[in-house]
């Protein structure tokens, strides 16, 4: 076995990769508007805006009260967006295959090669690739040309961007290659001592003859060493067919995905003809082993834990709908401090870097399809295409994904309409379920059902056609299915943010986890301006968290804690909680973390704490301690306010292991600025987030200022946007001014080229603050 791997390995260091990917993300022009004639290649576009993509130009705004996107928008501007590259490629690639790949178009997207047009999507979170063959030129100049039209509005609930908002390629193969996402890589068998990994590859003939090919697999390890490889037996693929190879290895004392230490292995592929490398490809997998059961929930590797999870729509705040995966990471870095340990890619598939990174952070995904099926919730959302894409964009999605470990559950749909009329809703979701086992026999779907009492989904049989059944709000609805059929497995697919749904989950083993609506906020789902954006996050919506996260992390997290709020005096509002009737009046409560109350009086003061007790103290003198509650509600203290510090500390077995305290803020002084990172990439995913804070003489915060921040940057770095957590601002994002919020806002950094970058902050009245960031060069 050990010189057939080395032999392997000396073969591949010999050849050069057979097919050639290059990122087309550099160097497009874009129009904001229609521009009759601008598929042509010799169309006049000299005047059009230079950029890089991913792109959203929606984000741009302005706010605009009459914006058709209306408050589920944001109220950010929609429209027809033109986008053309042009390339020159070498004459070498003339006998080759050549292809274009987007990773997602927003929306109804139609695209050109020197005027051809190759086709439409109109789903514009689905990934999706032309083939350019036969309309190229070699050595002379080509236009790529695309249009992308969300003009007709309202067309979803949420703010969805718009263009070109994720990453693009150029993939050239030999005419015999492998098949976009026609690889599977499985592990049906896992133990310690060894696993079974299964492999198996679309090779597709696209030249003018028979081939008689092979196929080889090495799977490489998290070290890099190789720790198995197979061979096939040869085919002969005829012209114009695809035929599909297997293969089986055994990797020994293998190193599993977990969510401490997600293992990542690479199966490497190659297709030959005789000594010759058609093609190859690298597929990072996990090897690991997961199942729900319907009495004790989810276990992974053979642990029994909860699912505790958030939903996230696609946008990151200032920075719109393209968003540079290191603004991702942040966030999901700090979800993971809260516990969070499983995300909800709502209500559309994510970008597939996004499900990387989930991979590498080890972070369990719910990969969803759709918010609608037939039934309309808005007059152009995907309703108007779901009869002629759906089981087309599933299918692209499920190849797509299906490699990714952090993936356990795919969803067909959330809070479908068409339930209310059950053989339509039966019929297309069997429909779904087949297409998802089709292309991925190895993970249960689920569907996130919307009142399912209401419409009869427990009683009809629909329920029954998922492997797992998720339920929107309403726990005592889906706890009481389950107990009606105990063989149901179960999973909240969206939750609210109470202690009741948090007991619903704990004190239940059925009920295999929770995603909570919504792990950050988010642009767009206004019920009336001046809001353009929704509150319902744990994290505000620059990623920030917000003070009731704290709550969360101290049912969620295992890491000791301690956080001090103020509840101030609830009021009712008429408003609609999510799941609910409309109408109803819900309490709205703040909270803010401060001991600056305006107007002092007694403070109604909420510690969050997993200790088994915290005390509290009001400028050294003890207001007493309180032991960790059984129904984990938070310790709370009536406090008579008076200037100085309010000090909590958490204690196990009578050892402080957690503080935290608050001070009492002064006048306004100064701003001081402070970067997540120091050092950064340039590169276009790579950022660094720097916040200004407004303090006193102390370095006190000064929860109420809500000065007008100046930035300037110097040396090579750019302001990508400036935002903060006010959701009812209509501040532009892409500008060098953001007003305070409660205290702070925050400016987006990116790298042009390595180098010193300097940025101050400035305010009247204020010092001024100043930071550097080092930027190196990127990848």
């Not at 706010?63 to 967006?81: I, Q």
């Not at 969070?340 to 597939?352: D, E, F, G, K, S």
């Not at 609609?576 to 001991?595: K, M």
């Not at 276009?684 to 007008?708: F, H, K």
Request: with cysteine; glycine share 8%.
């Amino acid at each position: 076995m050990g010189s057939k791997l080395t032999a392997l390995l000396v073969a591949a260091a010999q050849v050069a990769a057979a097919g050639v990917t290059t990122s087309f993300d550099r160097d497009w022009r874009f129009f904001k508007g229609d521009a009759a004639g601008a598929e042509s290649p010799t169309f006049a576009d000299a005047s059009w805006r230079k950029l890089d993509v991913p792109h959203d130009w929606s984000i741009e705004g302005p706010f605009d009260e009459k914006n058709p996107t209306r408050g589920a928008g944001a109220f950010l501007p929609a429209g027809v967006g033109w986008y053309r590259k042009q390339f020159t490629l070498p004459a070498g690639d003339a006998k080759r295959r050549v292809f274009v790949e987007f990773d997602g178009v927003m929306a109804n997207s139609d695209v050109w090669i020197n005027g051809f047009h190759l086709g439409k999507r109109p789903y514009g979170y689905v990934s999706f690739r032309y083939d350019l063959t036969g309309h190229l030129e070699f050595g002379k100049p080509n236009v790529l040309a695309v249009r992308a039209d969300n003009s007709g509005q309202p067309a979803s609930r949420w703010y969805a961007g718009a263009g070109i908002y994720r990453h693009v390629r150029l993939v050239a193969t030999d005419p015999v290659h492998f098949e976009r996402w026609g690889s599977a890589i499985t592990t049906p068998q896992v133990a310690a001592a060894q696993a079974t990994v299964t492999a198996s590859s679309e090779v597709t003939n696209q030249g003018d003859g028979a081939k008689t090919v092979t196929v080889e697999w090495t799977i490489l390890a998290p070290d890099g060493k190789a720790a198995a490889t197979a061979r096939s037996a040869p085919q002969t693929v005829e012209a114009g067919k695809t035929a599909v190879f297997e293969g089986s290895m055994a990797v020994q004392h293998p190193e599993l995905w977990r969510l401490d230490h997600p293992w990542l292995y690479r199966a490497v592929m190659r297709a030959r003809a005789g000594n010759t490398v058609l093609d190859d490809e690298t597929v990072p997998f996990g090897i690991r082993e997961f199942h729900f059961d319907p009495d004790t929930g989810f276990w992974l590797n053979g642990k029994n834990f909860k699912i505790k999870g958030v939903a996230l729509h696609d946008e990151a705040g200032g920075l719109g709908t393209a968003v540079p995966l290191r603004a991702w990471e942040r966030r999901l870095v700090t979800l993971k401090q809260l516990g969070v340990n499983a995300i909800r890619a709502a209500h559309n598939p994510a970008a597939p870097e996004f499900l990387d990174l989930c991979d590498r952070m080890g972070l369990l995904v719910m990969d969803e399809m759709f918010d609608c099926w037939t039934v309309a919730k808005n007059p152009y959302d995907y309703h108007l295409y779901f009869r002629e894409w759906s089981h087309i964009d599933t299918r692209d999605t499920v190849r797509r994904d299906r490699h990714h470990p952090s993936i356990i559950l795919y969803s067909a749909g959330n809070e479908i309409h068409d339930t209310p009329k059950p053989e339509l809703a039966k019929e297309i979701l069997k429909g779904l379920v087949e297409v998802f086992h089709a292309n991925d026999p190895t993970r249960p779907v689920t569907q996130a059902l919307f009142r399912p009492n209401v419409s009869h989904d427990y009683d009809n049989g629909l329920a029954d056609l998922l492997d797992v059944v998720g339920q929107n709000y309403r726990e005592n609805e889906i706890l009481a299915a389950h107990r009606d059929k105990p063989t149901r497995k179960i999973i909240g697919t969206e939750n609210q943010h109470g202690r009741n749904v948090w007991l619903a989950l704990r004190d239940n083993p059925p009920y295999a986890g929770q995603f909570l609506w919504a792990g950050i906020d988010y642009l767009g789902e206004s019920r009336a301006w001046p809001v353009v954006a929704s509150s319902s996050g744990l994290l505000d919506h620059t990623g920030a968290m917000k003070p009731g996260a704290y709550e969360r992390q101290s049912w969620w997290s295992d890491r000791p804690m301690v956080y001090i709020t103020r509840r101030v005096a609830p009021r009712q509002a008429a408003v609609t909680d999510p799941g609910y009737e409309p109408g109803v009046p819900r309490q709205v409560q703040t909270l803010f973390s401060d001991w600056s109350p305006a107007g002092g009086g007694t403070q109604n003061v909420e510690v969050y704490s997993n200790c088994e007790e915290v005390e509290l103290l009001l400028n050294g003198k003890s207001l007493g301690s309180k032991p960790h509650p059984a129904d984990d509600s938070a310790r709370a203290w009536s406090v008579a306010f008076e200037p100085g510090t309010l000090r909590a500390v958490g204690k196990n077995g009578g050892r402080g292991v957690a503080s935290y305290a608050l001070r009492t803020a002064g006048k306004a002084a100064k701003i001081v600025l402070s970067a997540d990172r120091p050092k950064i990439a340039a590169e276009w995913d790579d950022v660094s987030y720097v916040t200004a804070t407004v303090v006193d003489e102390n370095g006190v915060l000064v929860p109420g200022a809500s000065d007008a921040v100046s930035f300037k940057v110097a040396g090579p770095g750019v302001i990508a946007a400036v935002d903060s957590a006010d959701n009812a601002s209509h501040e532009a994002f892409q500008a060098s001014e953001r007003r305070a919020f409660q205290g702070w806002c925050v400016a987006v950094l990116k790298a042009g080229a390595a180098g010193r970058i300097a940025m101050t902050a400035s305010a009247p009245g204020l010092a001024a603050g100043s930071i550097t960031i080092e930027a190196v060069r990127g990848r």
